[in-house]
């Protein structure tokens, strides 16, 4: 990004300055989205605030409290953990750097996981490294009758994923502190949904905007990034009920693989979604062979 425009000397740090002249100057850094996003956080109001108040004078603790945060942005750190929430489905979840950041592609993995589960029946669903608990809050909130077990090696993710649970008055989930399957002994599951890390270790994405900001733990998996999606594939099977689908997040050329993964496992009516960019993003597969 570009160095910021907005300095003590520019915005003439011994006056206030007015909406729309900081976000002009900050919009020379950053984003003008970002900009206006993190603006409306730190003001607490929406967009439609900062367009009718245009002309309203910040003080000098707001214009500075902003530059730090634009700071911030400058060197990457993602805008979800300098405001602490990112929207995600139908909901906003808090989130903070010991979870991965929500993101709209894995969006379609909800979607796909609620099309596998009926409303209004009792089922048994498992989600592998839910983090922040996007996905297993938000299938909570629309399959109420089901009963959702979030797993995650990390306490801190957990924390932050019964914050969410609790926000949304949730209580048709609970949390797990696992090793993907470990601890798990003769529960059956009606629908696993998963989405792994899958990028491989030294991708040069994880240099790009952010990511290097996110928990490693949460993008990398060795063997190419697939070392993860071998796991979850080759130890479903002993906790899918009868007719259960493995469904899961994979990365941009992983499709392929994931389906031959699956084969050999033994799961049919095998599929792979694309995501709004087109992108294969979710592929999976049903455990038995079985009319849907």
Known sequence: MAALSVSAQQTDMGAPITIGELLRKAADGVDRVDA???LQNMLNV???????HAELLLSVEQVAHFQRLL???IAGEPVAYLTGKRGFYDLVFEVTPDVLIPRPETELLVEVALSKIPLGRRCNILD???GSGAIA????RHRPDACITAVDLSPSALAVARRNAEKYSVENVIFVEAD???GFTDEKFDVIVANPPYIAEGDPHLEGDG???????ALVASNNGLNCIH????????YLKHSGWLIFEHGYDQADISRKLLDKAGFFHIFTRPDLSETDRVTGGQCESALV
Do not use: C, H, K, Y
């Open 128 to 130: 592998l490294g839910t």
């Open 231 to 238: 796991t979850i594939i080759a130890q479903a099977p002993g």
């Open 211 to 217: 990511l290097r900001f996110e928990p490693s733990i």
């Open 36 to 38: 206006r996003w993190l």
């Open 46 to 52: 929406d967009a439609a605030f900062l367009i009718a």
């Open 71 to 73: 700071a911030r942005r």
């Open 180 to 182: 993907w399957f470990t």
């Open 137 to 140: 809050v938000t299938i909570a």
